[in-house]
């Protein structure tokens, strides 16, 4: 608990000195202000514009290193479901309830830890949902599964996109 403290401790009286360093630079700025302001002003715009510029670049970065975890998951989850709707149709042996319950509790902590929110939060409806026949929650999970990875989805509804693998979608 000790080491945490000290930690802490010089974490916080590190970040003090940086702020108080970084006050300093701006008071001496302000006090030239008056003499170059075009020059402050213009370099204020660029120290602004490499801010936003590094953010912009972290964020895609994390983004693109993250895209192949996903790729793997998604195709996992979609491979299950694959595989429960279409065993009869494919000549092999429907899942079994527990072979269904493990298949969830094991994709459920991925979905949890790699998923966007909109996947997540279809992923919860699907599973919550009662109606075992209702696939169009399915249909609005691989939507945002597609938009996640970088699709524009553009006119691209959930009965479009269940209809590449089920015949007969109802409208909804």
């Known amino acids: 608990m000790a080491i945490k403290q000290k930690i802490n ?3 916080f009286g590190l970040g003090l000195l940086g702020l108080g360093f970084i006050a300093f630079i701006i008071i001496g700025m302000l006090h030239e ?5 075009w020059q402050f002003v213009s370099i204020l715009i660029g120290f602004i514009g490499a801010i936003i510029a590094f953010a912009s670049n972290w964020q895609i970065q994390i983004r693109n290193e993250q895209k192949p975890k996903k790729i793997e998951i998604y195709e996992k989850i979609i491979n299950f479901f694959f595989d429960s709707l279409f065993a009869e149709k494919i000549n092999q042996k429907p899942k079994t309830e527990e072979e269904l319950v493990k298949g969830f509790v094991e994709m459920t902590p991925d979905i949890i830890l790699w998923a966007s929110d909109d996947v997540l939060k279809n992923y919860i409806k699907f599973r919550q949902n009662t109606q075992s026949s209702d696939i169009f929650l399915f249909g609005e999970m691989l939507l ?3 938009k996640d990875l970088g699709h524009q989805n553009h006119n691209l509804t959930k009965q479009e996109i269940l209809g590449t693998f089920v015949n007969d979608i109802p409208q909804k």
Not at 33 to 37: E, K, T, V, W
Request: net charge positive; charged share 20%.
């Open 33 to 37: 202000i008056s003499q170059a302001p």
């Open 144 to 146: 945002a599964m597609r």
């Open 9 to 11: 401790l010089r974490n």
